[in-house]
């Protein structure tokens, strides 16, 4: 599978005036939560130029006719037919204490890659889904990084961020640290406001063509599609 360069504004986030638009990257992960079904993270899987599936992803991407670059977990989940098959690309991980998805994006790091989309990373356990959606707030300090469902994507943030937007947007702020935030060009502003539950920052909504918030901690903004 191989990458047009063609950029995808529902992708590009600033960061402050000096970090560039984050633009579509070359390197995307599939985790083992609902394989995607909306066109946007379909279109990342079918331009991205280096793939690569969690253990339990990998059976059902090949059944797809996916081909991944790489395959990264504890292997016990993959078929003994894939296994076989692909096992020059099979990085090997009996780590415990971390699930395959943050083994695939330190594996990701330690190849020098520093811009990941995230797909199948919700849709099943909700256990599953909470836990690697609270990850973003870790990975967010190793690599530019988002997560793409099918119904919008979440982005981890530790500092003052502008985003690209639409009127009418749908946005959610979840606080990992509990630090003061202020919003500008949101319907429901906040200011110096400090969340201490992850509802008290859903259901926003975006005033027009960008959004800012202004925080020193850790935050994972969800933004869903038109």
């Known amino acids: 599978m191989h990458a047009r360069s063609e950029k995808h504004s529902y992708l590009c986030v600033k960061r402050d005036a000096t970090m560039s638009d984050f633009h579509t990257p070359a390197t995307l992960i599939i985790a083992n939560g609902r394989y995607p079904e909306h066109p946007l993270p379909l279109s990342l899987i079918r331009e991205a130029t280096y793939i690569v599936c969690t253990d339990g992803a990998a059976n059902d991407f090949i059944a797809r006719g996916g081909l991944p670059h790489a395959i990264v977990g504890d292997c016990d989940s993959i078929s003994p037919e894939n296994r076989e098959r692909f096992a020059p690309i099979i990085h090997h991980s009996a780590d415990q204490e971390t699930n395959d998805l943050t083994k695939s994006v330190h ?5 020098g890659f520093r811009e990941l989309v995230i797909v199948g990373g919700t849709g099943k356990r909700e256990d599953h889904t909470l836990g690697n959606i609270s990850l973003l707030a870790e990975y967010q ?11 919008g994507r979440f982005t981890p943030i530790s500092g003052n961020t502008t985003f690209q937007s639409f009127r009418g ?3 959610s702020i979840f606080a990992i640290d509990p630090v003061a935030l202020t ?5 429901y502003p ?3 406001r400090v969340l201490t ?18 925080t020193d901690g850790r935050i994972i903004v969800f ?3 038109q």
């Open 190 to 192: 906040l200011q110096q």
């Open 223 to 225: 933004q869903a599609f």
């Open 183 to 187: 919003t500008q060009g949101l319907k």
């Open 107 to 111: 594996f990701c790091v330690a190849q």
């Open 197 to 214: 539950n992850w509802w008290q920052g859903t259901l926003n909504e975006s005033l027009g063509d960008h959004f800012s918030i202004e």
């Open 141 to 151: 300090q190793m690599a530019r990084v988002v997560m793409v469902t099918n119904w």
């Open 169 to 171: 947007e749908q946005v």
